[in-house]
């Protein structure tokens, strides 16, 4: 007998050759499937508080989710005051406070929210404020709009209160200033620069949220926007069916929809490990990866998580109740 999921996966394929709605072949063929637009995978939503967050930091953010979800806050709450956390801190090289500069020496940053009601926001190409994750969730709760760019980003941010910084550190000034001496343009890739936050969570009513938050590619051209504050690419949230948050080369996740990609491959049956790692080889199979790095993270509702990495050295914390891991992810190395 096929797998289960095989069984779906051939079946949705003949449909599509034979011109058939897939999702009334899939209950013609197996009266126990559920509809397409239903979770396919998943078994009864988990309860219990579940977190992951990209990279080392993410110890850090998952532990402030966790405060968060303590004191009754919500998978929102948990992914945007978490992710603050490393906003703040002026050691990660690529995210908020101490993000590495564009090659005109201004720190940019980028952001996105998603809430389990399936509302987004986001902020790009924001500077001088230290919490664009924040921003991000006022986009969302109080304007009609998902996403504002820029000085536009920036007037909105001070009219909700945000106060303005530099947020060029001396650390990341000199830096900037060594880069400036090769006198060659040329963005640092994600491989050594790792510090964007992606997080994803799951509160102890069973929902799910997400946020992701960068200062982008080290030296990157004025005016670049990455994949982090794209819905679809750097997050995608369905309460229905699970989450995703990318990190790495944004060009080459925002050129596939990655996470979008994994949150339906999730909800077609793969577990999120099997679907971050077809997201990760459809960027392979489509473009040199030599030099590019790209790692995608991804729970489901029924409380399981999985990642994937085209090379070697993504890792990301994982909290489920009150234990974290650091765990690192597979690649396709
Ligand atoms: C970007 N995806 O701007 C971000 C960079 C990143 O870890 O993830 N760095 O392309």
Redesign the pocket.
Known sequence: MLPRRTFLRRAAAMAAVLGLDPARLLRAADPTAAPISQPLSSGARFKSGHMLA??NHGIASNEEGWRQMQAGGTALDAVVEGTAVVESDPTGS?VGLGGRPDRDGKVTL?ACVMNAAGDAGGVCFLEDIEHPVRVARAVMEDTPHVLLAGQGARDFAIAKGFKTRDLLTEDSRKAWEEWKKSAEYKPII?IE????I?MLAQDLEGNLAGACT?S??AF?LRGR????PIIGA?LFVDNEVGACT??????A?MKTLGSFLVVELMRQGASPAEACLEATQRIAARMPVEDLQVGYLAMDISGRAGAHAIHGGFNYARTLGQRTQLIDAPSLD
Not at 193 to 196: P, S
Not at 225 to 228: A, H, L, R, T
């Open positions: 990209t990279w690529s980028d994600n620069n790792h510090d964007t992606g960068t982008g590619l990157k926007v990455g994949d982090s750097g990318a990190t790495g080369l944004g060009e996740v």
